[in-house]
């Protein structure tokens, strides 16, 4: 059991004043038995009503609405949560998850439909033929697969962090041999998918114990918001599978929310205009996550 806080800050810097469209923001996690919110708070300049729902994947989402136009908007979301989790998951999960291949009942296949079913079919030769390179006799546990997959996205691509918006296709993190932690979790999801798992895109926050003992290995994805991947094992549930760390089912991942495609995991989405027009001169975001007393 760790107890953590959480501080997210957005800011968006115009040349000149705009007006605001709708945002929504995906910033707040949902309680389950492995997370328990103890307390949070979100600050929005300038002043917006803020009416919160969930999508259709029960994300909690904050929708935004704006009374004034300004030339900066500041987000500003503060956490403190207790996330539960098991102390060696993986012999754990093992005695439950089946075998390769997988297979799931008939009611699981209507539920995991669009999971199961690989988002950007023009990728696929690219990435069942870098399976067929990393993976060429698969394990017969699903377990043992999916671990060797991660291990194999790990190993094979160098992180690099970009400024520009959006992920990479599976085929472009293949060719250029780099990527993001998004970039990682989204080929590690396709290749999940071409290999018969359901599997969706998970946004969230990493906390990194070397942070915080200023001393070992540091982590990969820390001081901004983090992406992995989420895939259901018959028997197991859905598991936590982090590429980019070499990390599964790990406590220090913090789950905010889960989709079906990384575009629909926007952390702060939304649109804004001027008369004569405008553009956005800078975005600054700034993650910390710390274990609290």
Do not use: K
């Amino acid at each position: 059991m760790s107890t953590l806080s959480i501080s997210h800050l957005t800011r968006y810097t115009y040349d000149r004043a705009v007006d605001f469209g709708p945002h929504h923001l995906m910033l707040r996690p949902r309680d389950g038995h492995d997370m328990r919110i103890l307390d949070s708070s979100l600050t929005v300049s300038p002043r917006a009503d803020i009416h919160w729902s969930y999508d259709t994947f029960g994300n909690s989402v904050a929708l935004l609405t704006f009374r004034e136009a300004a030339d900066e908007l500041v987000v500003s979301s503060e956490l403190l949560l207790r996330r539960y989790g098991l102390d060696e998951p993986l012999p754990r999960i093992a005695r439950h998850a089946g075998a390769y291949p997988v297979r799931y009942e008939a009611d699981e296949r209507v539920d995991l439909g669009p999971l199961i079913a690989i988002d950007r079919p023009e990728d696929a030769a690219s990435v069942t033929g870098w399976l067929a390179s990393v993976l060429p006799v698969p394990p017969s546990s699903s377990l043992d697969v999916l671990d060797a997959l991660g291990e194999a996205v790990h190993r094979a691509f160098a992180y690099r962090r970009r400024e520009e918006r959006g992920v990479q296709s599976p085929a472009q993190t293949i060719a250029v041999g780099s990527g993001t932690c998004r970039d990682f979790a989204f080929l590690f999801m396709e290749a999940a998918r071409a290999l018969g798992f359901a599997a969706r895109f998970v946004t969230g926050y990493l906390y990194d114990p070397a942070a915080d003992a200023a001393s070992g290995p540091a982590m990969t994805g820390g001081g901004a918001t983090h992406a992995w991947a989420d895939v259901f094992l018959p028997g197991a549930g859905w598991i936590e599978f982090d590429p980019t760390n070499r990390i599964v089912a790990g406590r220090n991942l913090v789950r905010v929310a889960s989709t079906r495609t990384p575009a629909q995991a926007l952390p702060v989405s939304g649109t804004f205009e001027a008369t004569g027009g405008a553009s956005c001169t800078a975005m600054e975001v700034r993650v910390a996550v710390a274990r609290a007393p």
